[in-house]
């Protein structure tokens, strides 16, 4: 959950834009029929953190409604994750 200037938001005019019209109609098309409720302006995000020290090895903010992650992508990001021993012994 974002709070404050964590959350991106796109406002009404975003609707106008192309690029949002053309993401609406190729869920539509392909049957979309998730959860329509909520803020509605909250643009999304997906980051792939590795472990340890290796930081933010993927990051892809929405720029319009509908601005999807590629999954190769992230399959390619999770790859690159070098696990860390544990410090904790069981």
């Not at 200037?5 to 949002?20: D, P």
């Amino acid at each position: 959950m974002c709070r404050g200037s964590q959350c991106r938001k796109m406002g009404g005019l975003g609707f106008i834009r192309l690029g949002v019209w053309q993401n609406f109609m190729r869920a539509w098309k392909a049957g979309y029929q998730g959860n329509m409720l909520g803020e509605g302006f909250v643009l999304g995000g997906v980051f792939v953190i590795g472990a340890g020290n290796q930081g933010i090895l993927l990051e892809h903010r929405e720029k319009e409604f509908g601005n999807k992650v590629e999954k190769e992508d992230v399959l390619e990001a999770v790859k690159r994750i070098v696990p860390v021993e544990s410090i904790f012994k069981l």
